[in-house]
T-cell receptor, first 113, second 108 residues
């Protein structure tokens, strides 16, 4: 069974630029999560989707971050404009349902200069 | 108060040692618990799930104490390959809370 796919794996941008990350969850998984993981910390939930609806985006900095999951499958996370403190690994995870085990993708490592 | 608290370590132990990590959580309504393992520069991977008082899987044992709101992970006969960061994850109602992790270094 294919795992969670993410791209790109690495991205380097300058502050104030825009960036987008893509995630393809495990086939059939209804729940999709985006996490931000700063070095030395645990993953912090940014947004959770159930199919194409948002369940929780309470920790998403909505002035600069946006995410969508239009057809209930793939998802994109965008940052516009980026700040230095956005340098982190952005992890996508999926699960069959909201109470089920999450499976993580390899992440996108973002460096903002 | 943080939702989840873990000793960041590192725990430096020799091969073959037994090591235990504790994790405390603040949400008394947490329904299930997970331990994830995260290797350096890799994604977290599920190590084990805990739904009742505990769970055992080979060299790994997780124990849950709901009254004191902590969960522990015991690793017996440590291997070099066990070196990683271990993340404690309690689950509330459809919400998972990730700890910052405990780093383990197993040395020859």
């Amino acid at each position: 069974e294919a795992g969670v796919a993410q791209s790109p794996r690495y991205k380097i941008i300058e502050k104030r630029q825009s960036v987008a990350f893509w995630c393809n969850p495990i086939s059939g998984h209804a729940t999709l999560y985006w996490y931000q993981q700063i070095l030395g910390q645990g993953p912090k939930l940014l947004i959770q989707f159930q199919n194409n609806g948002v369940v929780d985006d309470s920790q998403l900095p909505k002035d600069r971050f946006s995410a969508e999951r239009l057809k209930g499958v793939d998802s994109t996370l965008k940052i516009q404009p980026a700040k230095l403190e956005d340098s982190a690994v952005y992890l996508c995870a999926s699960s069959p349902g909201q109470s089920d085990t999450q499976y993580f993708g390899p992440g996108t490592r973002l460096t903002v200069l | 108060r943080k939702e989840v608290e873990q000793d960041p370590g590192p725990f430096n132990v020799p091969e073959g040692a037994t090591v235990a990590f504790n994790c405390t959580y603040s949400n008394s309504a947490s329904q299930s618990f997970f331990w994830y393992r995260q290797d350096c520069r890799k994604e977290p991977k599920l190590l084990m799930s805990v739904y009742s008082s505990g769970n055992e899987d080979g060299r790994f044992t997780a124990q849950l104490n709901r009254a004191s709101q902590y969960i522990s992970l015991l690793i017996r006969d440590s291997k070099l390959s066990d070196s990683a960061t271990y993340l404690c994850v309690p689950r509330g109602f459809n919400k998972f809370y990730f700890g910052s992790g405990t780093k383990l270094n197993v040395k020859p």
